[in-house]
């Protein structure tokens, strides 16, 4: 009787086990990915003494606390250190977690004495490295896996996911821990997704990868099932079958609400608490320095990694570009710029791509080059900045895959045919999303890029009229570890900072000066270079006039007139201004990091100590076209500053 009863319940549960795939008694070790680095260590004995270490480390940390799901070790003894990181799953049981680990560890000592390893199960990760990834943020590569079955349409399941993986990517982020599980009813059944991130990830990072694979798991639906996954920092996954306990989701609708309340919060906390001490460590960096030969804040740069970081670009083929673009023909072209033409694709599939035709030049050196840079770039990814999907490369030929922005280019917004059409919050954001896209060139992203030519023509909008950056990377990466001169100088007129345009001193400040111009562009409604008469009936460019204004505090005067003074707050205004006559500072010192102006933009009280120290002006446009082609012409010639500065007063 007893047995019967027994036999019975086991039964039950068995049945309660089986009628969703996963949860409890299954550690989910179907395996995704599996990657060695091609690269040996120094000494083997060593590192298998610091693996093993590292990797006992990590069991019994998850076996002494049953609530772990993610946890990091290192050992560093002698010459090959291991640095370790475990992450399962939030839904799986304690000891699902520590079976897939097991699972994972068995399989990373495949790998024998190379010195990173990488496992990603559905349960879980297993990674190792030779050095401390632990504070790295960086989205190396997405991997995508759709299921081969199709979801009935008539069910709304496409639509329905879609906003499901839409929802997850913003809610994850926002939730300790980064993990979050949703079921959603469709018709005749349900959507079950999670989204996780690596816990030692920021926030933003963990937007972005979430974000990345959002966007390409769009792509599998109507598939009844889709894997997302970065292999060392995120994880996305749906499916219209159950892969955890109902009793496992997360309810997230109050992570959903727009905007950037998560962020003004924080800030409003931490501007109560601790203003003096943030102050101190915000404004130092900004206070003048009188030591003339400062150099600008570098951040420890890694090489570029190994090939186990850095995913190979999508090479496109000719004849599929030919026939996405129509043969390139005028019809489909978007637009000119410094590096060639733009056409607008649309793949066999349907999907719309940016098509970039570079300007070919010298091909045999170029070959190399444009590999290597390519497989940078397209390694880049952040909501704020245009992605790079893939190249080709045939004889002269050299190709750029984008993806498509319906919206066009900001320029478009400010001065043409659609002048007058964005209102002071959009123009906030532009200004704010630009600064950050640019943060992450210069400091996060493992190569510090300098963009060079940052103007309104190349930032793009998308739908929600975010703004994204494009040709990035373009003209050449940061070279050494120093500002250094250069014979030939890339950018615009303009836009372009005085010290590289005359003395071709680059360094991530002429960024942020650029960047500075651009926001008294999206402000004013006034070309940088258009000359406005202004009340006394002095003939003004745009800095000019800006600057004369501060002078005399009527800054307001600046705004485009299209503007309704109802929907902007006077003081944001002023405080925009301000951060950008700050940005384009003479000094290249003086002027604020991008990270910095990303802080600035949302603090209120940071700004009433500083002070913007006067720009250089520069004459007249034919002037600056003089001053250009004597700094780009030949190495002999004598560029006499002096004569081409024309200070106010
Ligand atoms: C590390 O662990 C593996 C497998 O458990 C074992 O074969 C090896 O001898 C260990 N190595 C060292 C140096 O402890
Ligand atoms: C166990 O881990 C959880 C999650 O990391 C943590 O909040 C908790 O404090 C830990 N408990 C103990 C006893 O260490
Ligand atoms: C790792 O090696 C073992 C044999 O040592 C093999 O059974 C297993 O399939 C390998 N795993 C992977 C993922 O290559
Ligand atoms: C779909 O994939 C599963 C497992 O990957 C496989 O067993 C099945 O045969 C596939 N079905 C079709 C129609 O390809
Ligand atoms: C979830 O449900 C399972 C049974 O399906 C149960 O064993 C488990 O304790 C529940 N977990 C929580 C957190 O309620
Ligand atoms: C495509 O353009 C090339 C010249 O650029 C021309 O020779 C060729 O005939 C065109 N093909 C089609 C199908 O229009
Ligand atoms: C562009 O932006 C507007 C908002 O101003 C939006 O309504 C529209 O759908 C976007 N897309 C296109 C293709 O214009």
Known sequence: MVQLKLVALTLLVLWSWWNFEGAVGDPQTLILKFECSVVSVHDSANFFQNLNASLANLKSQLVSNQSKHFVTAQSTTGTDPVYAMFQCRNYLSNTDCVTCFAVAAATVRNCSTMNTARAIYDGC??????????????????????????????????AVGRQ?????????????????????????????????CAETLTQDTCLDCLSAEQRDLQDCLPSTNGRGFDPPVCFMRYSATPFFADNQTIDITSFLKQGEEGSIKKWAIIGGGVV?????????????????????????????????????????????????????????????????????????????????????????QMDDEFESEVTVISNVHHRNLVRLLGCCSIGEERILVYEYMANTSLDK????????????????????????????????????????????????????????????????????????????????????????????????????????????????????????????????????????????????????????????????????????????QASAAMRPSMSEVVVLLSCNDLLQHMRPSMPIFIGSN?????????????????VTPSNSIVPVR
């Not at 030779?130 to 069910?155: M, P, V, W, Y």
């Not at 390139?328 to 694709?345: H, M, Q």
Request: hydrophobic share 35%; net charge positive.
């Open 125 to 158: 990760i297993l990674r190792y490295e030779n050095n401390d990834f632990f504070k790295q943020n960086l989205i190396s590569s997405i991997h995508t896996l759709c299921g081969n079955q199709t979801a009935d349409e008539s069910t709304g399941f496409g």
């Open 164 to 196: 499901v993986l839409m929802d997850l990517q913003i809610a994850t982020p926002k939730i300790s821990g980064y993990f979050a599980a949703t079921k959603t009813q469709v018709e005749g059944g349900a959507i079950y997704a999670i989204g996780q």
């Open 276 to 364: 003096g001490a943030l102050l101190v460590v915000i404004l130092i960096p900004l206070l003048p320095r009188h030591s003339g030969s400062q150099s600008p804040k570098r951040v420890p740069r890694s090489t570029i990694m190994g090939a186990t970081e850095l995913k190979a670009p999508t090479k496109y083929k000719y004849s599929d570009l030919k026939a996405a673009t129509k043969n390139f023909s005028e019809k489909n072209k978007l637009g000119e710029g410094g590096f060639g033409a733009v056409y607008k694709g649309t793949m066999k599939n349907g999907k719309i791509v940016a098509v970039k035709k570079l300007i070919s030049g010298n091909s045999n």
């Open 413 to 584: 917004f400010i001065f043409g045919k659609r002048k007058g059409s964005l209102n002071w919050k959009q123009r906030y954001d532009i200004i704010l999303g630009t600064a950050r896209g640019l943060t992450y060139l210069h400091e996060e992203f493992h190569v510090s890029i300098i963009h060079r030519d940052i103007k309104s023509g190349n930032i793009l909008l998308d739908e929600q009229l975010q703004p994204k950056i494009s040709d990035f990377g373009l003209v050449k990466l940061l070279p050494g570890d120093k500002s250094h001169i250069r014979t030939r100088v890339a950018g615009t007129l303009g836009y372009t900072a005085p010290e590289y345009v005359l003395q071709g001193q680059l360094s991530e400040k002429a960024d942020t000066y650029s960047y500075g111009i651009v926001v008294l562009e999206i402000i004013s409604g006034q070309k940088s270079t258009d000359v406005k008469v202004d009340d006394d009936g002095d003939e003004e460019y745009l800095l000019r006039r800006a600057w004369k204004l501060h002078e005399r505090g009527m800054l307001l005067e600046l705004v485009d007139k299209s503007l309704d003074p109802n929907n902007y707050d006077a003081e944001e205004v002023k405080k925009v201004i301000s951060i950008a006559l700050l940005c384009t």
């Open 622 to 638: 034919s002037r600056l076209h003089r001053v250009i082609s004597a700094s780009t012409g030949s190495s002999t010639s004598n």
